[in-house]
């Protein structure tokens, strides 16, 4: 069974801190990705790789950064954490044109 | 830059009735599509997927696709309480490892 595994599954953050959610993937996929999502808005993508060492920018970059340091893993960034960042984040896996598997998510709320 | 957009943004059915969802798409290049169904506090789960032009039944799900009209559909049949989720429509164009997902439609199948 394909597995992503999300940490930390809840976060509380203060306003200017440093937020790092990290992502584990078993499925042995090339690409990852991260969205956030908010009522309203459906999933939208931050970042996604294509493999360890490769970030690209998704449709909703900014305040975020992303590093994958190998296949199994994709870490997302918030540098300087704003209450507008506040949303549950999910990180998925999947290969071009096939099902993505999702993680169970993490709520941020950022103070 | 794909859009994606899903009606209606809710659906309240009877049980056994049948429900259908809607999700059009701006790219002509688009080839994957693909269902995702969300249950509440829960990542979405790959529901099925439609590659070529007219009809895809899986059990009591039937998917539709019509590229040439931007158009793709997905109808439940026999609907069950169970079936209660957001369902999410997610398009990729060719050569591109970025879905797009549309907001969502909430399915809400009461007994």
């Known amino acids: 069974e394909a597995a992503v595994t999300q940490s930390p599954r809840n976060k509380v953050a203060v306003t200017g801190g440093k937020v790092t959610l990290s992502c584990n993937q078993t499925?042995?996929?090339?690409?990852m990705y991260w969205y956030r999502q908010d009522t309203g808005h459906g999933l939208r993508l931050i970042h996604y790789s294509y493999g360890a060492g490769s970030t690209e920018k998704g449709d909703i970059p900014d305040g975020y950064k992303a590093s994958r340091p190998s296949q199994e893993n994709f870490s997302l960034i918030l540098e300087l954490a704003t209450p507008s960042q506040t949303s549950v984040y999910f990180c998925?896996?999947?290969?071009?044109?096939?099902?993505?598997?999702f993680g169970p998510g993490t709520r941020l709320t950022v103070l | 830059q794909q859009k994606v957009q899903q009606s209606p943004e809710s659906l309240i059915v009877p049980e056994g009735g049948m429900a259908s969802l809607n999700c059009t798409f701006s790219d002509r290049n688009s080839q994957y599509f693909w269902w995702y169904r969300q249950h509440s506090g829960e990542g979405p789960k790959a529901l099925m997927?439609?590659?070529?032009?007219g009809d895809k039944k899986e059990g009591r799900f039937t998917a539709h696709l019509n590229k040439a009209s931007l158009y793709v559909s997905l109808h439940i049949k026999d609907s069950q309480p169970s079936d209660s989720a957001l369902y999410f429509c997610?398009?990729?164009?060719?050569?591109?490892?970025?879905?797009?997902f549309g907001k969502g439609t909430s399915l809400v199948v009461h007994p």
């Open positions: 997927s439609i590659f070529s032009n």
């Open positions: 499925n042995n996929h090339n690409n």
């Open positions: 997610a398009v990729t164009s060719g050569g591109n490892y970025k879905p797009t």
């Open positions: 998925a896996s999947g290969d071009q044109g096939e099902e993505q598997y």
